[in-house]
């Protein structure tokens, strides 16, 4: 939860805490929990775009603690990329191709995957396991908020034409990671501008 909540510096305190935990005699976790601890304190770090070195080491040592878990191996080898760190790395892109040849991309997202050397079809198995991420998500979130909800106090065009005025247009929301000062911000600034204000409002 913190994590999603971007406190990444509270989310490392409390992933310490587990793995602090690991091979303590009275809690004795199991290797899932640790590997999902060492992956989520290589993540917390990560985000704080220092010690990325660090970040390297757990995510191996997630990759130790439960060998198929394959989520931490592809954030440790895009983490190794940023850091220049090139000794390994044909070995752990030929793992990671033929890991993507079956179906499996560990979380790597369609736009990371196209700085990586990959045939078009691995590139089209990575975008859609993240179109299957997403999808998965967004069902959740359904199952926790419906979308009538959404909907509650907004005219639908089932009321028929006594809609008000102000929502005859069609809302517009952009939602990205990466707007702010950073280029998707920038470049996405064009889609507004040619937004038929006529027929659209963005939100």
């Keep these: 939860m913190l994590q999603q909540a971007t406190r990444f510096a509270d989310a490392e ?50 990759r130790a603690a439960k060998p198929d878990f394959f989520v931490p191996f592809f954030s440790q080898v895009h983490l ?53 991420d997403v999808q998965q998500r967004a069902a959740a979130s359904r199952a926790q908020a419906p979308l009538e909800w ?10 028929g034409p006594s809609a008000p005025s102000h929502l005859e247009k069609l809302a517009v929301a952009v939602v990205s990671a990466d707007l702010n000062a950073r280029p998707v911000g920038q470049l996405v600034q064009g889609i507004f501008g040619r937004l038929d204000k006529d027929r659209f409002e963005s939100l």
């Design 150 to 159: 959404w909907y509650s106090g907004l005219w639908l065009p089932s009321q």
């Design 80 to 132: 190794l990329g940023r850091i220049c760190d090139w000794r390994e790395w044909e070995q752990h892109f030929e793992l990671a191709r033929e890991l993507i040849d079956q179906g499996v991309s560990g979380g790597i997202g369609p736009i990371f995957a196209l700085a990586y050397p990959l045939t078009r079809d691995q590139l089209c198995t990575v975008t859609r396991n993240r179109a299957a």
């Design 13 to 62: 305190r409390c992933f310490r805490r587990i793995v602090a935990h690991s091979n303590h005699p009275r809690w004795r976790l199991d290797s899932v929990t640790v590997a999902e601890a060492y992956n989520g304190l290589g993540a917390a770090i990560e985000m704080s775009h220092t010690r990325l070195d660090e970040a390297v080491a757990h995510y191996a040592k997630a």
